[in-house]
């Protein structure tokens, strides 16, 4: 076989096409058409009822929590919502799969259209179409590598409502899927249908990758990549994929379409199965499911119901002032975005807050591997020391220092009352302030003299004795000003 050197002049020749399939596990209390629970890491086989076994006779009965995370999702994407939603049987034959087939919507996703923005390679805001969203039921897991001798079957997961998010082949590169991913995966998370996480599976993904001559109008032959586990992996896995497929087909080759998973240790994609063979899943309508009319009053309900987006929070951040750094750190989650949420509606210091968000709080949480949930200081006493220092009445210093840390003892203490029991209040009484001005130009009448003839860097000798004078209580700003004034006299 070629090796997968490309020379970045070659690369430059071709197209990387890709596209991404997501299966989000939803994060309803019970499976998509039974009353079982969905409880992740419960004993196998200890959350299915005769209808997750597939018992002869048994029912499916619609989940409308799924229903609705669908429309939340699609809402967010901006894509169309179906109204007529009918259901269709994927049948296949598998150990973990104990029906037979697969709940899924063959004709009729719920949603069509809608986009995520990404960046393309030249920083400029680029949109992936989604084609599709679909609801349909996970399987069973299967596992492979516990019994030496068995396949082990869970079918606590059987079941368990998914949401399968389609995109158009429109990624150019792995950055882009990861950005994709990324921005999926914080989505879910803001519109809190599903945890997202991929290590336990509620976020798994396949990759289609294949190459093309720039400029070229017709697509070359798809690999599909899968079980992946993570969003780093993801992007190494079509690296290395695009490399291999363009010296294959500069060798003389052809991609032959395959099914790969990728090798995290070697770096390397690994095939799976070789010929990828054109399944036929007879599908036909679910016979036990009526169709969900979804009614434009529900859509509405729902839309008024919608948490903030990260990416309408970015936005407002930026427009705020913050940088683009700040602005993405703070909406990486929506918990921490909420937090600085609620400090902001009491202060105007925006910098500010974001300073206290990524510095002080932030290192709390470090330190602790905590979650801002079980950070005990409110947001608006964060606000009061904001203010505290702005009036000039504390340093920035003290705010982050001694009033930080009495408050993470004592949440419920008053923030101006910290400051005065331990002296943290700066002098900033003009009259006060004033007599130690004077106190230390009167010190050194000869420095105020040659002050006065030129030599303008004594200024931080007086500064210096303002501040050992007030015990290091006088506020700079007003004390340098009132040196100042004092020596133009
Ligand atoms: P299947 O049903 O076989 O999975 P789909 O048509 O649903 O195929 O496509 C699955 C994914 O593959 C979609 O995200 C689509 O954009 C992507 N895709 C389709 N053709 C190509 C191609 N030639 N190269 C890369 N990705 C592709
Ligand atoms: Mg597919």
Redesign the pocket.
């Known amino acids: 076989m070629a090796n997968n050197d490309v020379s970045a002049d070659l690369r430059g020749q071709y197209e990387p096409?890709?596209?991404?399939?997501i299966h989000v596990q939803l994060n309803t209390a019970s499976k998509a058409y039974s009353s079982d629970p969905t409880e992740y890491g419960a004993a196998p086989n200890t959350q299915t009822s005769p209808i997750s076994l597939g018992h002869p006779g048994t029912l499916p009965m619609f989940n409308e929590t799924q229903l609705h995370s669908a429309i939340k999702l699609g809402l967010a994407v901006g894509a169309d919502i179906r109204e007529v939603n009918e259901f269709a049987r994927k049948n296949y034959f598998y150990a973990d799969l104990p029906k037979g087939y697969q709940i899924t919507q063959d004709k009729t996703p719920i949603c069509n259209g809608g986009f995520i923005e990404v960046k393309d390679a030249d920083g400029n805001p680029k949109r992936i179409n989604l084609?599709r969203i679909h609801m349909e039921e996970d399987s069973g897991k299967s596992s492979h590598d516990i019994d030496p001798f068995n396949t082990l079957i869970d079918l606590n997961r059987a079941g368990v409502p998914l949401l399968e998010i389609?995109?158009?082949?429109e990624f150019r590169s792995g950055e882009e899927a990861y950005q994709y991913l990324t921005e999926m995966q914080r989505l879910v998370r803001y519109l809190d249908i599903s945890d997202g996480n991929m290590e336990e599976g509620s976020l798994r993904c396949d990759v289609?990758?294949?190459v093309r001559k720039k400029g070229a109008q017709k697509?070359?032959?798809?690999v599909e990549v899968k079980n992946l586990n993570s969003f780093r992996n993801v992007q190494k896995s079509i690296d290395y994929e695009v490399n291999r497929h363009i010296a294959l087909i500069e060798s003389g080759g052809a991609v032959t379409q395959q099914t790969f998973t990728f090798d995290a240790s070697r770096g390397k994609t690994q095939l799976l199965r070789d010929k990828e063979e054109a399944h036929d899943y007879r599908y036909f309508n679910e016979p036990d499911l009526q169709p969900v009319i979804v009614k434009e009053e529900l859509i509405e309900e729902l839309r008024s119901k919608m948490p903030p987006l990260p990416k309408e929070l970015f936005a407002k951040y930026r427009k705020q002032g913050l940088n683009e750094y700040d602005a993405s750190l703070l909406t990486d989650s929506k918990e921490i975005a909420l937090f600085y949420e609620s400090i902001i509606e009491h202060t105007k210091n925006y910098k500010a807050a974001a300073n206290w968000m990524m510095g002080s709080i932030k290192s709390w949480l470090n330190e602790r591997a905590a979650h801002i949930s079980e950070f005990p200081i409110p947001a608006a006493k964060i606000a009061k020391l904001i203010d505290l220092v702005d009036a000039g009445k504390v340093s920035n210093t003290a705010a982050n220092g001694d009033l930080f840390k009495s408050l993470l003892e004592d949440p419920e203490a008053s923030p101006e009352q910290i400051a005065t029991d331990k002296n943290l209040i700066q002098e900033s009484d003009t009259k006060e302030l004033q007599t130690w001005v004077d106190a230390a130009l009167a010190k050194y009448p000869e420095k105020v003299e040659e002050y006065k003839a030129g030599k303008k860097g004594l200024t931080g000798l007086f500064m210096g004795e303002v501040m050992k004078l007030s015990r290091g209580k006088a506020d700079p700003k007003l004390a340098s000003k009132l040196v100042q004034q004092s020596l133009e006299k």
């Open positions: 096409v890709i596209g991404i399939e084609t389609v995109t158009e082949p289609n990758i294949s697509f070359g032959t798809r």
